[in-house]
């Protein structure tokens, strides 16, 4: 059995959002995957996020390919549209589902089999899109689900659970996402909800591409020594970049910090990202400085995690494209079809 479903019954004096649900009624079914992994970690601060920020689930989409990551969204926002694609397939289909309703938060969720090795040019074209969407690999650099193959994202010299090292440089996620153009860039650790949570909040309040790497151990076939995405390595050599807080507009911004350690940027919704750096002293609104930073970490062995890059005035697909406003399923026959006159002048338009 794959789909056990969670018993309806909780307790009366759950705490409740500005719609009146619980955190239960952002959950899905229960989890089938091992205990300890670090997607179920993901998937808690997926439903604590949407909890918090009081989404109606209805409005959500959850969209992902192959892989025990990508089996996560039975596991949260049982009330939401979910579609599971092919292998490394995700990002066209949301892609698709984006431009025919905009009106859906569209959320991908996929891994690093997924994403960096056989999905690698969908993710590449979704990001440089700008694609409306927080799209999060959950990174263990192994193909968990075909038992512990190296995935593209596995770092040159770990070594797989029987001691052989991989001869492989790897795809750095953040750094592909930097460079095609993602408007917001975070790193995350599953094994850190504190800073993960306020991650997802605010890239989904970002409107156009919004990426998250968070580094997710395998314990089945990565958490041994000699892997560098086991949870010891990745606590021993986190380098947290910042804290992140998400203000909603009508909140007020109280820091109590020295200048030139908090960084308030103000996103195209309203909402205010308030960054406590801890470490960096680049500005997290330029990609060029914020590229230099993390190769800068990564050449000295170190993983940096928070809010990496943001672009506070995004330009998404649609944007671009100048699509119309409405979702194509609410387009009635005379707008879809508006006869031959119309037809006629759009083709004189053209010639
Ligand atoms: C086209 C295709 N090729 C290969 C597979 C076999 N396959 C299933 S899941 C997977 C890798 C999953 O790895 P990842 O995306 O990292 O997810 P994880 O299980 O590690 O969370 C592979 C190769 C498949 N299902 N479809
Ligand atoms: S095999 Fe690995 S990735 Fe898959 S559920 Fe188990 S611990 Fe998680
Ligand atoms: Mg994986």
């Known amino acids: 059995m794959t789909y056990l479903p969670k018993p309806k019954l909780h307790h009366p004096d759950l705490p409740t959002n500005a719609l009146g649900h619980t955190r239960r009624d952002y959950e899905g ?44 969204p039975t596991y949260f926002l ?14 066209s289909v949301l892609t698709g589902a984006n431009l025919a309703n905009r009106d859906l938060i569209y959320l991908g969720v996929s891994g690093d089999g997924d994403s960096a090795s056989i999905g690698l040019g969908q993710f590449a074209h979704a990001i440089r899109r700008g694609v409306n969407m927080t799209y999060i690999v959950e990174n263990n650099g192994v193909y968990g689900l075909t038992k512990g193959q190296f995935s593209a994202t596995s770092d040159r010299g770990a070594k797989n659970k029987r001691g052989v090292a991989n001869t492989d440089e790897p795809v750095d996620m953040v ?25 997802i909040k605010a890239a989904l309040q970002h409107e156009g591409a919004a990426f998250i790497d968070c580094i997710s151990p395998c314990v089945a076939f990565n958490n041994h020594e000699g892997s560098t995405k086991s949870y010891d390595y990745v606590r021993d050599h ?18 109590d910090q020295k200048p030139g350690t908090v960084e308030i940027v103000r996103q195209h919704d309203g909402s205010i990202l308030r960054l406590r750096r801890l470490d960096g002293d680049y500005e997290v609104t330029d990609r060029a400085s914020a590229m230099d930073f993390v190769q800068r970490h990564h050449a000295a062995g170190e993983i ?48």
Do not use: W
Request: proline share 7%.
């Open 238 to 255: 986190n380098e947290i970049a910042n804290f992140l807080d998400v203000i909603e507009p009508r909140e007020e911004i109280v820091t």
């Open 175 to 199: 750094g592909m996402a930097l460079l095609l153009g993602a408007t917001f860039v975070a790193r995350s650790f599953s094994g850190d909800k504190g800073q993960l949570v306020p991650l």
């Open 78 to 91: 049982g009330q939401s549209h979910g579609f599971n694609s092919v292998h490394g397939r995700m990002p």
């Open 29 to 72: 079914a229960i989890s089938t995957l091992c205990a300890g992994c670090g997607h179920d970690s993901i998937s808690a601060a997926i439903i604590r996020a949407c909890f918090e920020l009081a989404l109606p689930p209805h409005r959500i989409a959850k969209l992902s390919g192959i892989g025990c990551s990508s089996k996560t």
């Open 304 to 351: 940096i995690t928070g809010l990496i890059y943001v672009d506070p005035d995004p330009v998404d697909l649609h944007a671009g494209l100048g699509t119309c406003t409405a979702p194509l399923n609410t387009l009635d026959t005379p707008l879809l079809c508006p006869g031959s006159a119309a037809l006629e002048k759009l083709n004189a338009g053209l010639r």
